[in-house]
């Protein structure tokens, strides 16, 4: 991608290295190891968890996955952070390489903004973006803990998208998901989630899980919830500021992205086969297919996976 052009957004509030507040304790205890003995397993966990974003009963759901821990947005006990986002924190890059992904992020988040922005307003609506929170080792949010091990995440209680950017490296080694914009599907994944829980689909799809209990199955509401964030994104990669930013194959970095982070692929890597009965996101052909309906899609209707027949 080339992003001389594109805004960097300011809705960030820099935790690394402590910063920004909010942080458990300040760089927080060790990384957990994603590598090494039973590195692939953890790396599926990880996987698992990304781009699950959730509803306002995110600790319900990552507990379904064995993830976060700490108080949940229901406990009572969270006291939420204040900070307000002041953008990037240029003196918490370690190295160059740091930097220029810390740049990457932002100008992804206001790329998005600025497509969200436009399109609600086309629609007579005000778009309200979600605030990124950058961190290293761990944090704290409503919804649990966020660490290296929980994977970027969408926390519907605080708005905001909580994202350690290491995880990108796990993604590029542990399962060959390489690519600047594999990166920046990983945000417009999360900021998708944002965008159901503003017009409400997010909240909707949490009350009839707890209703119905269809939080896994190959044709479960999370499923659906899931394809439909991954349509989002196409969206976004297809209709925003971004398109003009493109190099070759980078399309194919995002669709790559999109495949590796398939239930189906993740639990054959994991044990060997698969178990639909308890997919969360979907197969690696599903979220390619609606990334790519989004991706050749002019509005929200053409990523209607709750009516479609077929995922």
Avoid at 38 to 59: E, H, K, P, Q, R
Avoid at 251 to 272: M, N, T, Y
Wanted: net charge negative; proline share 4%; glycine share 14%.
């Amino acid at each position: 991608m080339r992003l001389d052009d594109i805004r960097r957004s300011s809705n960030i509030e820099d935790r690394r290295g402590g910063g920004g507040g909010g942080s458990s304790g300040g760089g927080g205890g060790p990384r957990l190891p994603l590598r090494g003995r039973g590195g692939i397993a953890m790396i599926v966990v990880v996987l698992l968890l990304v781009f699950f974003g959730g509803g306002d009963t995110m600790g319900t759901l990552m507990s379904i996955l064995g993830a976060g821990s700490g108080p949940s947005s229901q406990s009572g006990g969270f006291q939420a952070d204040t900070t307000s986002p002041k953008g990037l924190d240029q003196p918490a890059n370690s190295s160059r390489g740091e930097a220029e992904t810390a740049d990457r992020v932002a100008a992804v988040l206001g790329s998005n903004e600025d497509f969200w922005t436009a399109h609600f307003a086309k629609n007579g609506a005000t778009y309200t973006p979600a605030t990124l929170v950058l961190f290293d080792n761990q944090t704290s949010s409503p919804c649990g803990t966020a660490s290296a091990s929980t994977g970027p995440f969408y926390c519907p209680s605080d708005k905001k998208i909580y994202l350690d950017m290491s995880f990108f490296e796990e993604m590029d080694r542990g399962l060959g998901a390489k690519g600047d914009f594999a990166q920046a599907y990983v945000i417009a994944h999360e900021v998708a989630h944002h965008v159901q829980d503003v017009t409400g689909i997010l909240p909707k799809a949490s009350r009839a899980m707890r209703q119905q209990g269809q939080s896994k199955g190959a044709d479960s509401i999370s499923v659906r919830l899931e394809l439909q964030a991954d349509c989002y994104a196409g969206l976004w990669a297809g209709q925003s500021n971004i398109t003009a930013a493109l190099e070759s194959g980078d399309i194919e970095e995002a669709l790559g992205a999109a495949s590796a982070v398939g239930d189906d692929r993740l639990q054959k890597r994991a044990q060997g086969f698969a178990v639909p009965d308890s997919f969360t996101h979907g197969t690696s052909a599903q979220r390619m297919t609606w990334f790519k309906k989004g991706l050749g899609s002019g509005d929200l209707r053409g990523c209607d996976t709750f009516s479609a027949r077929d995922l």
